[in-house]
């Protein structure tokens, strides 16, 4: 079962569209709660980010904050590319533990944005993402 809030402003219709089909496909017998919020993140130097709620041990709320201002391909990406972070936790990859960040048990706490492995994994999952969530619409 899904639950999920879309907030700020931003484009409700696919950023719905685009987490049920992520859900159906990529976790469908997982309960989540999935917040969403649209606001500037030009400050922060980032397009978007993930964030687990509560507790780590087996993760099923998340919070994602995208910025308000992107094109549709991009924010389109982007928003897969933080769902891509929701499925790592959820699997079991990634997760932080004491303050660490692990990644397949191993801790990647001082490795740089870069080099994380986790972003490495989401980043090239991207495009394939995309081109599945348009192949599926048609």
Request: hydrophobic letters at 30%.
């Amino acid at each position: 079962m899904l639950y999920f809030e879309i907030s700020g402003y931003g484009n409700k219709s696919i950023c719905q569209d685009l987490v049920e089909w992520f859900v159906g496909k990529y976790l469908p017998r997982h309960h989540l709660d999935i917040t969403i919020n649209h606001r500037g993140l030009k400050r922060e130097g980032v397009i978007g980010w993930c964030t687990v709620e509560g507790c780590d041990y087996r993760p099923r709320e998340f919070f994602i904050e995208l910025h308000s201002r992107l094109d549709r391909e991009t924010y389109t990406k982007s928003l897969l590319h933080e769902l891509w972070h929701v499925y790592q936790h959820v699997k079991g990859d990634l997760r932080d533990k004491r303050n660490k960040r692990l990644w397949k048990g191993i801790d990647y706490s001082d490795t740089d944005y870069s080099d994380q492995p986790w972003e490495i994994e989401a980043s090239s999952m991207e495009n394939t993402l995309y081109k599945e969530f348009y192949n599926d619409q048609n």
